[in-house]
Structure formats: structure tokens, C-alpha cells
């Protein structure tokens, strides 16, 4: 089975020394990599060094769209340096590039290992986002499964199953609700109740002022998330 390119003995597409590097002569799509990433106000912004060894500066990145108040709307990629992508150019000018796509692997050959790690889990109709640790998040047809490295499904979302009520509640805090419980059942082991003579009806105990100080504590325990019952 044949190679891609990059990843064969004798490479069809090679970088070219920067002394050697020349604008290539027609203005189409060419491969390169990511040679460094842009912060700050030139944020999704890249040089890239196509493989005829051409520096292009501050070239656009692909990305979601960016609100006034600065949050994402969209899907952003992961960006690394010497990751593979390809570079258009507009209004066919050599001084106007752009990435229009970014590919799943290095360009030179030290991406072939990654690639035969991933090959474990890939699966050619999946849909899903990943992060390098190994987690991500898997869409089948009914169900929203988060996976971690091992590929076993940590939370799971059925779709098919409704909510059997048409109502939504605020979920419970788990640290927040365990010492709630914890002061709860310190307090139950201390109960002194007075009886003020034989055969009367006993007073409420004695520390029944630090339940009400646990009740006032009741609402710590919901979480702003909104769970479906």
C-alpha cells in the first residue's frame, strides 16, 4: 500500500532550504506547515513555511466566529506547530494568503508514529471531537457518549429516553450535599431531649438550633445546572 507523501522513503514533497525558496509559479492551493503561532490581537494568525521553503507571515487561521464580548461561536480547532495545512490564496494574489484547511497530522515524518497510536480509534464514520490527553466526545445516532483514553465511555446521554416529567430541576452538588449529610448525621449522635417529670411529653433537644442552622444550608446544596427529569 502506498505511503502519503510525506511519510515515503524518497519524499515527493519535501521542504526546500530557505535560501532556495521561491514563490511558487502559479497562484493555486499549496501544502505547508505551521512554523509558529501569533498571540495577542493576531490571535488565529500563523507564519507558515510552504514546502518550497516560502515564509508567509501572519497568515489567517480557520476558526469559529468571535462575539463583541469576545466569546466563541463555532468550533476551534487545536492548532500545534509543524502541523499540516493548506494555503490558499485570495483574489489569486501571492501577498493574500490564507489556511483554508488544516489536516490531522504533522507534515514531516515524525508525524507517522502519532498517526499509527490514533489508528485504534479511528473509526472513518465517527463524529466526534478529542483533545490530545485522549478524552472526547463521540455522536451516535441516539447517544452522546464521553470517552476517555482507553475508549470507555465515562457519560453517556440517551437521546431516546424523554424526561419523565416536563419539568427541570437544579441538579445536587456532590461535595456540597456529602457535608451537609456529614453535619446532619454528627448532629443526630448529640440529640439530649428533657423530659420536665415521668409520663410528660419530652422538649424538643437540645441542639435542634444547629438543624436550623443545616436547614438554612439546604439551598448550597443545588448547582446552577439545570437537570431534565
Request: charged content about 25%.
Amino acid at each position: 500500500m502506498p505511503e502519503f507523501p510525506s511519510f515515503g522513503r524518497q519524499s515527493k514533497v519535501a521542504f526546500a532550504p530557505p535560501s532556495l525558496a521561491q514563490p511558487g509559479i502559479m497562484n493555486g492551493l499549496e501544502l505547508g506547515e505551521i512554523d509558529s503561532l501569533s498571540g495577542g490581537l493576531m490571535k488565529y494568525r500563523a507564519d507558515i513555511r510552504l514546502f518550497n521553503g516560502q515564509i508567509l507571515k501572519k497568515v489567517r487561521l480557520p476558526g469559529p466566529y468571535i462575539g463583541l464580548l469576545g466569546f466563541l461561536s463555532g468550533f476551534k480547532f487545536g492548532y500545534r506547530e509543524g502541523q499540516m495545512v493548506l494555503v490558499g490564496f485570495l483574489q489569486n494574489r501571492r501577498d493574500n494568503p490564507i489556511v483554508i484547511q488544516v489536516y490531522p497530522f504533522a507534515a514531516e515524518t515524525k508525524g507517522k508514529s502519532s498517526l499509527l497510536k490514533h489508528s485504534t480509534q479511528f473509526d472513518s464514520e465517527e463524529t466526534s471531537v478529542g483533545h490530545e490527553s485522549g478524552h472526547r466526545t463521540k455522536w451516535d445516532k441516539n447517544k452522546v457518549l464521553f470517552k476517555d483514553k482507553l475508549d470507555t465511555t465515562r457519560v453517556q446521554i440517551d437521546h431516546t429516553i424523554p424526561p419523565i416529567l416536563n419539568s427541570l430541576e437544579k441538579a445536587a452538588q456532590g461535595e456540597t450535599l456529602k457535608s451537609i449529610l456529614e453535619e446532619i448525621c454528627d448532629e443526630i449522635t448529640k440529640i439530649t431531649v428533657q423530659c420536665t417529670a415521668p409520663g410528660t411529653s419530652s422538649l424538643t433537644p437540645d441542639n435542634s438550633a444547629k438543624f436550623l442552622v443545616i436547614k438554612g444550608k439546604l439551598n448550597t446544596i443545588l448547582s446552577e445546572v439545570l437537570k431534565h427529569y
